[in-house]
């Protein structure tokens, strides 16, 4: 069983259109998650995570994120997407059977185009 | 910290060649992870090496494929022989001990085999 999923596989938006990326976990306990960006060509990395305190996590470049236990969801979401935003994005979090959390799994990315 | 080093950026090799992978994680980071990525099975885990030792290897695809780490700077992932079905992007990355500390990765090295 994957811990954490993405719904949207390929998502195209034109500039300055809102973004919002779903992601669900699936596992109960201590939560702890992230949001990675793949831009093309390049390796991962990371726009923002959460642990706790207050759910809604800001990140670089504007991203920003909702964590809402009661849906399981750890949403991505920026106001105002731009050309280079361009990227695939990709949710993470500790496996089902726990490891203390040192290990993470990802979930299947999300393609973003943003068309200039 | 140069981050996550890995060799080399590029890779072509013939079906059956032995190829080596390197990685060289950040100073201090107690955890070294690999990944491959391609598009049919997007971004899996391989192993996992904890202060040295593999901890997990369980996303190891099969025999052919090895990974050592034989000391806290330097890691090693082969494939021997290799197929042209082990075509993707191999990641290295690496983060210290605890559950809030995120993992950081190599730029990545792209395998083809031909």
């Known amino acids: 069983a994957q811990s954490v999923s993405q719904h949207n596989h390929h998502v195209i938006l034109s500039e300055a259109a809102s973004l919002e990326l779903g992601c669900n976990y699936s596992?109960?306990?201590?939560?702890?998650l992230f949001w990675y960006v793949q831009y093309p060509g390049q390796h991962l990395q990371l726009l923002l995570k959460?642990?706790?305190?207050?759910?809604l996590v800001k990140g670089i470049k504007g991203f920003e994120a909702e964590f809402i236990k009661s849906k399981f969801s750890f949403n991505l979401r920026k106001p105002s997407v731009q050309w280079s935003d361009t990227a695939e994005y990709f949710c993470?979090?500790?496996?089902?059977?726990?490891?203390?959390?040192?290990?993470?799994?990802f979930g299947g990315g999300t393609r973003l185009m943003v068309k200039p | 910290d140069a981050g996550v080093i890995q060799s080399p950026r590029h890779e072509v090799t013939e079906m059956g060649q032995e190829v080596t992978l390197r990685c060289k994680p950040i100073?201090?980071?107690?955890?070294l992870f690999w990944y491959r990525q391609t598009m049919m099975r997007g971004l899996e885990l391989l192993i996992y090496?904890?202060?040295?030792?593999?901890?997990?290897d369980s996303g190891m695809p099969e025999d052919r494929f090895s990974a050592k780490m034989p000391n806290a700077s330097f890691s090693t992932l082969k494939i021997q022989p290799s197929e042209p079905r082990d075509s993707a992007v191999y990641f290295c990355?690496?983060?210290?001990?605890?559950?809030?500390?995120?993992?950081?990765f190599g730029q990545g090295t792209r395998l083809t085999v031909v």
């Open positions: 100073s201090g980071h107690d955890y």
């Open positions: 596992y109960g306990g201590t939560v702890n």
């Open positions: 090496f904890n202060n040295n030792v593999p901890i997990d």
């Open positions: 959460y642990f706790s305190g207050d759910p």
């Open positions: 990355a690496s983060k210290r001990l605890g559950a809030r500390t995120e993992a950081f």
């Open positions: 993470a979090g500790p496996p089902p059977e726990g490891n203390a959390g040192n290990m993470l799994t």
